[in-house]
């Protein structure tokens, strides 16, 4: 896994993480509120509107990040790397 993200629920905190040299490293979260995956492009959550349980927010965050060329070229990369490993 290289990425992680914890949910305090009591204390309503995010902590996201990235593997870094072999061990988990806490980030900063954007001042936007918008983590976006480092690892998995196109992975887009909005702390705020997790917090708020705004469902409709996750979503619209969500399909812009899906959205994104980002995401699209990464799509490919996974595709053609299924299909490299397929075997007849």
Do not use: C
Request: charged content about 25%.
């Amino acid at each position: 896994m290289r990425e992680s993200i914890t949910l305090e629920l009591f204390g309503q905190r995010m902590i996201w993480r990235t593997m870094e040299d072999g061990a988990y490293v806490a980030q900063a979260l954007p001042s936007d509120g918008i983590v976006r995956s480092r690892f998995y492009p196109g992975l887009w959550l909005d702390v705020a509107a997790i917090w708020a349980n705004d469902r409709a927010k996750m979503l619209a965050v969500l399909n812009a990040g899906i959205a994104t060329p980002d995401h699209e070229a990464f799509v490919e990369r996974l595709a053609a790397a299924k299909a490299g490993g397929a075997r007849d």
